[in-house]
């Protein structure tokens, strides 16, 4: 199992992508994401990270989370993530491809919700049940030979690790989702797969059959920001991981989101987060932990 505590000395190699099954497990110090000058990557699969020993830091989308043994952090696809490299750190990793688990699988979860990073500190039995939920998985890993049924066996051990993760943030017996929750939900979804086409409103509450004010209405309520806040709160975002973790010009990136004109893209960048695009790009480069938290717009 994997102890609390417990290193682990392995070469980093490559980052820990899913296996034959769709699911990999491995440690920190195995993967290129444990160097000790780290550049932010972004994955195109789920990463959940446990940390065994040692203290240091994740970055996630740009939120810097102390790390300590018992500390578990679920990063989603597309995030931008680096750990900070430092010594002696170590963490039980397992990865999975997006669309390995479907949604009757893992009630009460939104595996694909790209919002802020899912992290807790774990008390100690706690992480001793999660730790070999980790365990179990790696070893099934190791040892099973490519095929149906250990491919569906690893499924169902990766679906019961992360409902045990449910059941400490989310135990049963809590309320249904408000009528207003749902409807933010299947906003931010339907943002998920269009940001980068529209940063309009109406666009949005047109696809999902609702006015502008019910969006608004749903967003205040979930978020405290208007919908055109989230929209854009959700357009800077995709911004600063193109900005970190590609080599595009700010010109490309700024096509790519929707602004034809790289001064349009600039004046909008600097409004949300309030550095210019190329002074936002240096700073992650030369020094990843001074990295500003998005400007809060008040509209």
Same mark, same amino acid.
């Given at each position: 199992?994997?102890?609390?505590?417990?290193?682990?000395?392995?070469?980093?190699?490559?980052?820990?992508?899913?296996?034959?099954?769709?699911?990999?497990?491995?440690?920190?110090?195995?993967?290129?994401?444990?160097?000790?000058?780290?550049?932010?990557?972004?994955?195109?699969?789920?990463?959940?990270?446990?940390?065994?020993?040692?203290?240091?830091?994740?970055?996630?989308?740009?939120?810097?989370?102390?790390?300590?043994?018992?500390?578990?952090?679920?990063?989603?696809?597309?995030?931008?993530?680096?750990?900070?490299?430092?010594?002696?750190?170590?963490?039980?990793?397992?990865?999975?491809?997006?669309?390995?688990?479907?949604?009757?699988?893992?009630?009460?979860?939104?595996?694909?919700?790209?919002? %802020?990073?899912?992290?807790?500190?774990?008390?100690? $039995?706690?992480?001793?049940?999660?730790?070999?939920?980790?365990?179990?998985?790696?070893?099934?890993?190791?040892?099973?030979?490519?095929?149906?049924?250990?491919?569906?066996?690893?499924?169902?051990?990766?679906?019961?690790?992360?409902?045990?993760?449910?059941?400490?943030?989310?135990?049963? +017996?809590?309320?249904?989702?408000?009528?207003?929750?749902?409807?933010?939900?299947?906003?931010?979804?339907?943002?998920?797969?269009?940001?980068?086409?529209?940063?309009?409103?109406?666009?949005?509450?047109?696809?999902?059959?609702?006015?502008?004010?019910?969006?608004?209405?749903?967003?205040?309520?979930? $978020?405290?920001?208007?919908?055109?806040?989230?929209?854009?709160?959700?357009?800077?975002?995709?911004?600063?991981?193109?900005?970190?973790?590609?080599?595009?010009? &700010?010109?490309? &990136?700024?096509?790519?989101?929707?602004? %034809?004109?790289?001064?349009?893209?600039?004046?909008?960048?600097?409004?949300?987060?309030?550095?210019?695009? +190329?002074?936002?790009?240096?700073?992650?480069?030369?020094?990843?932990?001074? &990295?500003?938290?998005?400007?809060?717009?008040?509209?």
């Amino acid at each position: 199992m994997f102890s609390i505590g417990q290193r682990t000395r392995q070469p980093a190699a490559m980052p820990p992508a899913p296996a034959w099954a769709g699911v990999g497990a491995c440690t920190l110090p195995e993967t290129e994401l444990a160097v000790r000058q780290p550049a932010p990557q972004r994955l195109p699969y789920h990463l959940l990270a446990l940390t065994t020993a040692g203290q240091g830091t994740v970055e996630v989308d740009f939120d810097t989370r102390e790390c300590r043994p018992g500390t578990v952090v679920w990063i989603r696809p597309g995030q931008a993530v680096r750990f900070g490299g430092q010594e002696g750190l170590d963490a039980a990793l397992v990865s999975w491809e997006p669309q390995l688990l479907s949604g009757d699988q893992l009630p009460g979860l939104t595996t694909e919700d790209a919002g %802020p990073t899912a992290s807790r500190d774990l008390q100690r $039995t706690d992480a001793e049940t999660i730790g070999d939920g980790f365990a179990r998985l790696a070893g099934d890993c190791d040892r099973l030979s490519p095929g149906p049924v250990a491919a569906s066996l690893l499924r169902h051990e990766l679906a019961v690790l992360l409902l045990r993760m449910a059941l400490l943030t989310r135990p049963d +017996g809590e309320s249904p989702p408000s009528a207003e929750a749902r409807t933010f939900a299947r906003f931010r979804r339907t943002l998920e797969e269009g940001h980068a086409a529209s940063r309009r409103v109406e666009d949005y509450a047109a696809q999902l059959g609702c006015s502008v004010r019910t969006l608004t209405r749903a967003s205040l309520a979930t $978020t405290g920001r208007t919908a055109k806040q989230v929209v854009d709160d959700r357009v800077a975002l995709e911004a600063r991981r193109m900005l970190a973790c590609t080599d595009d010009s &700010v010109a490309e &990136v700024g096509r790519s989101l929707g602004f %034809p004109e790289p001064t349009n893209f600039g004046r909008f960048f600097h409004r949300e987060v309030g550095q210019s695009p +190329g002074t936002f790009r240096a700073g992650v480069r030369d020094g990843w932990n001074h &990295v500003p938290e998005q400007r809060v717009a008040v509209e």
